[in-house]
């Protein structure tokens, strides 16, 4: 009854912070300073619509981000109006073009004719010069009969004027994103800026500590895996409560990607552990490490309870927390306070897909000794380390011991890992996916290095930057972000892991091919219970290999010992052995006899 009851206890706390937690997200105190105003935007813009048009929003008081946000974006939206207006090439500008193109009687444009044009009429500005000359230099030479042909190049040229006059004399998109984040984060005020220890105890301090309370009373059952129920969980198997929180995870990485100033308040209640740590405010970036790292820990002590049986799994759980806490988070932050670069020392590419960017590489190299090592230590740990510690250890070593996405999802995932598809059509799926995502990556940073060198842009035809957005956004924060982590609840705690994350195939080509690394079994001792493949995370039908005293040798295998874990009969054995007969054959059941092939 007590352990009961510590347990309900635990599980109101968790609601509770949890609760205030997403409260934050809709409140707030915003208040649009002048001093605000003069930082964030040009002095040119300051002159001419300060008055006009933010006066209308400053030293207003803001309930909550949505009215706020609402508030700039409509004064955005009119500036830029004025702008298209005030500098557009209008209909009347082409038609003062094409008079002057007969007045004249020439038969062939001249640039030179746009600069006379400009001058004769003072209605016009030197802006419109400037861009005309800029969009309009294919015209020069070009011979025009009709009026028809003459406008149709014009209009054109104009066209594009105008969809650029924004990049020059007002806001684009760009900008937009970005001052609706700072606009909203100077201006945030009240309880979440003067008392942010309090919110972070009520939040993250009521989560966490419920978290243990409804965790602990597990250590006085008996250890050891029970299956009970796990199949009729509405969380654990795509419940209602599964779906919600998927739905939960996948907005908060659409937000954090895509609408940060949508959460400046969970990021401004981090101000002061933000700047304790790396002695500045926090980022979106700060907010989505903290979380993760919290979620690893928490979740962590969970892992350690539930696998308290089996000594590798306590080890492996206590690495994984480990590496997030200190190389992942930590580190990255004190360096940033020691004004060197934010690293993470245990991160490698291809995973790391930005590491060979230009701005990556020129900051490690100014910074002089520390940061060429950081690039040697980069370049070596995938050259070297990963053919070397996959020989002895297999992929197990990173994936299972060290890799921050692996580390979430055996802690965080750790309850999903019972939906991850263990058919034949989902592991080709698997292998094409993951090792197209290696080609892409391999190809992008050929390009990206390519550039770097020869400060070309293109290769073979193709943009090395548009390579690397369209590689960003696809596979960085799509697929490994919005995906690999929302989607637990959905398909599995690995879905990364096994159809994107270009390491794990690099990992996998080498461990299946040249490791001492195998899963050994038992065919005897097998009771066909299905324990080992319910558990395994990434989609091996492992109760196969083990009826026919295989061993499992796969390249998308991460080691994590689970199979082995919750086998009752002790079938499943992980091993680092000789490579000779490491891939041996099953054993063949036939009408007349049994036999094993040698």
Known sequence: MQLKLLKQTGFCLILIGFTLFILIFFSGKFILSESAIDKLVSSELQDEFKAEYFNSIEENKYNNPFSFIHSLEEVFQKINEKKKEQFKIKDQDLELFWKTFQARRIKKWNNRIVEEVFSEDNSIDQFKLKMWLSFGGWLDGRSYDSKGSFLENFQLVASNINTSILDKKGFNKEQIKKLKYNFIRSSTNGLIKTHSWILILLTYGFVIFGSFLYFLPEIKSHPGIKNDGIFYSKLK??????????????????????????????????????????????????????????????????????????????????????????????????????????????????????????????????????????????????????PILVYFFGKRWYCSWVCGCGGLAETLGDPFRQLSNKSLKAWKIERWTVHSVLIFVVF?????????????????????????????????????????????????????????????????????????????????????????????????????YAQRGQNIVRASCVGCGVCASVCPRGVLNLENKPTSERINEPLVIGNNSIKVNQ
């Open 237 to 386: 198997n795509k419940g209602w409560i599964g779906i919600f929180l998927g739905f939960f995870l996948i907005s908060f990485y659409i937000i954090l990607y895509f609408f940060p100033w949508y959460m400046v308040n969970w990021i401004v209640m981090l101000d002061p552990i933000s700047t304790f740590l790396g002695g500045e405010t926090a980022s979106q970036w700060f907010l989505y490490g903290f979380l993760y790292t919290i979620s690893v820990l928490v979740m962590g002590v969970r892992m350690i309870i539930k696998y308290r049986h089996t000594n590798y799994q306590l080890v492996r759980t206590a690495s994984v927390m480990f590496f997030q806490l200190c190389f992942a988070f930590l580190i990255p932050e004190i360096l940033k306070n020691l004004n060197k670069p934010s690293f993470d020392f245990k991160n490698m590419w291809p995973l790391d897909y930005s590491f060979f960017f230009e701005y990556r590489i020129d900051n490690l190299i100014q910074s002089g000794h520390l940061g060429i090592f950081m690039l040697v230590w980069g370049i070596s740990l995938f050259i070297l380390g990963v």
């Open 444 to 544: 992008m940073t050929i390009g990206v290095l390519y550039t770097y060198f020869t400060e070309k842009s293109q290769i073979l035809g193709i943009d090395t930057y548009q390579v690397r957005e369209v590689y960003g956004f696809s596979i960085g924060t799509v697929f490994a972000g919005v995906v690999g982590t929302g989607f637990y609840p959905l398909m599995g705690n690995r879905v990364w892991c096994r159809f994107g994350c270009p390491l794990a195939a690099y990992l996998g080509i080498v461990q299946r091919f040249k490791s001492r690394f195998r899963i050994t079994t038992n065919g005897g001792q097998c009771i066909s219970c299905g324990n080992c493949s319910t558990y395994c995370e990434m989609g091996i039908d492992v109760r196969w």
